[in-house]
């Protein structure tokens, strides 16, 4: 059985491992009963991404906004009565006729292909993912981490992540960045849902002589 991140003894050997880290250990100790893995989780799979492509390019708090009136205009509806609803009526709730140009190519893909994702590798899901119009790495990542619960992913195109990282561990070097994600590995995915907190909710980790000691480690 792979290890997911709905299952709290991974999340307690995550924190565990990640302790480690000065900034992640002070935000587990802050924070780390807050973080909740399987809260943007949705067992339909194209309707999950469809909520991931309202995302795209737009702040947090707007997207929160919008994907409430969505899914109030899609309540009680299938997958097949969403893909049959009028493109205006759905742009009409704040989302673009490209993006739901996108929606409705994952919406589509899903009814013509039968995948059982929990069966395919990180590798394959981007794969299979990134050949739908509309989905990029992105997205593919966010999906691997909310819907599929995979415990080791993490997000170099997600600039609120990246800007989090910088702020935290005052750094502005992508080279150190990348070597202090490989220090969470095989936990990825926890350590970006607590980096995350920290940006959404403005709770920041103060430079100290223990950061220091930790990026002096880092080759």
Known sequence: MPELINNHKVVAKAFKHLENDPVLGYFIKIFGDKINPTERYDSNYALSICNLIIEQQISFKAAITIKKKFSKLINGKSNKEILRMKNNNIQAIGISNRKVLYMKNVLLFFLKNKIKIEDLSNDQVINTLISIKGIGKWTCEMFLMFVCLRKDIFSFGDLALINSIKKN????????????????????TIAALLIWYSIENKIFFQKNNSLKKFLSTLK
């Open 169 to 188: 561990y005052s750094i502005s070097d992508n080279k150190i960045l990348k070597l202090i994600t490989e220090t969470w590995a095989p936990y990825r």
